[in-house]
Each structure stands twice: as C-alpha cells, then as structure tokens.
C-alpha cells in the first residue's frame, strides 16, 4: 500500500559513464544504511550524517504522543524504517528502478505484511513531507483498514506543525476559495466510498483534511466521536462507515463543515 500527494519537484540527469559516476549511481540506486537514528518507533536511515537530536526528529517523535492523546489510541512499538535520500536526483533513481509503477513524488509511505516504511528526499520541505508521512506510519501501526480519505485528512492534520492545531493552511485556501465562490458542497459518504487502490484530486484532500479538522477542533462536535470510531476498527477490523455517525450525532454536518472552514478562514 503507498499513501502519499508529494510530488517530485526535480527531473532525474543523465551520467556519463566513469568510475566515480559509477559509485555515485550505485549509491542512488540502494536504500541509505550508512547511518541509523533510532527514535522510539522511527528507525531513521541515511548516507548522510544527522544529529541524533536534529530538531527534526524531536518534532517527528513528539508528534507519536500528538497522535496517542488526540486520538485516544494505544502507543505502538512496530518499528516505521525511515529512508532519507540526500536529493532528489539519488531518490528518484531509486524509486524509477524499484517502483517504477509509483508516480514521482518528494516522499511516500509504503507498508507490506511485515513493514512500515517511508522513503523521502531531503529538501525544503522535508519537515512537512515527513510529518506527513511518518503519520501514516503512526496511524497504521495501531489502526487497520483505515478509509482512505480518513488516513489522508489525518496525515493532512499532522502534517501542521506542532502548536497549530492541525491547521493546514494550503487546504484552507482551496476550500476557501470555493466556499466564498458557492462552489463547494462536502459529501462525506461520497468520501467513505473512495478505495484505497485510487488517488485522491486536490479537492479531496482538501475536503478529507476539513472533515478531520471539524471532527477534533469544533467544539461542538463531541470528542468522542471519532475516537470511537478508531477504537472499534482498531478492536473488530471493521465497523460501520463514519459518515452514518456523524449523520446520527449532528445535524446538518455539511452546512456545520460549510462554517467551520468560513470562520476559520475569516481568523
């Protein structure tokens, strides 16, 4: 399974063949392992070196608690295997030859029967693709069968830095955009249909991320209601969608949502 909308910014360069090209191109094309952080769950690999205490591996670590408390989940100890490529060039070898069905982006979250595991590009932007991506980890090393458009909205939701209340600001803008054009109706049972074998548009996760933000920050929607959720798919490995309780628990949720993101915008 690969849950990721990171896209790959930088187009891979061709090498004149030499010995010293060589060695740079074989590096490319196997996973980091010449160091290894160890940080409570995350298992960090990379050819190059990080501080032990880099305020970036602080900040992903903490976001383990982040996740626990706000969601009434149990802390697992499933190793999540993070491979940090140096560039972009060096991880869009690796993934051409090694996944080559996987579109190009800066990072993604893979998991297998037996492992967790996020491949990224250090970058401008590797803190944001890695919260991003790390959640995922987080998320499915305690919870099975997550719903697609639930697993995104939450990696969008963590993927906010820490102190924000999980406060996207790019995924605002777009809802906002559509909701002062009247352009924008949220169907979160449409949402409960989508499969995790497709990729989410824009709009989806946009949409995704707005459902979860509503659900842990409104304060009129009961906390519970989608710890509940997690704890009963976490105990059975299935349960009822999570549209049909927030349609028992609210009234009108749509126009609920519709407000939240307009008042979020207007702050």
Sequence with gaps: MIRSRRYLLAVLVSCVASAGCAKLVSRRLTLPAEYTVV?????????????????????????????????????????????????????????????????????????????????????????????????????????????????????????APRGNGGLNRSQLEILAGKVEQGRWQPDLARLDTLQPSRDLSRDDY?????????LLENPRVPRELIREYLHDLRRQGTTEPLSARVGRTLATPDQQLIAHVWQLAAS
Excluded: C, K, M
Excluded at 74 to 80: F, K
Excluded at 92 to 109: Q, S
């Design 39 to 159: 940080r409570e769950q995350l298992v960090i690999h990379s050819d190059f070196r990080i501080p032990s205490h880099h305020r970036l591996l602080e900040e992903l670590s903490a976001r383990r608690g982040d996740i626990v408390s706000r969601l009434g989940l149990p802390p697992s100890d499933e190793p999540i295997d993070v491979y940090l490529f140096e560039n972009a060039d060096q991880f869009g070898a690796f993934v051409r030859l090694h996944h080559p069905e996987f579109p190009l982006r800066r990072a993604f979250f893979l998991e297998t029967d037996t492992r967790l595991q996020v491949y990224a590009q250090w970058g401008d932007r590797i803190a944001e693709d890695l919260r991003h991506e790390v959640t995922h980890g987080y998320l499915h090393s305690v919870v099975p069968n997550l719903p697609l458009w639930l697993d995104e909205g939450l990696a969008e939701y963590f993927e």
């Design 206 to 214: 946009a949409e995704s991320w707005a459902w979860v933000h509503f």
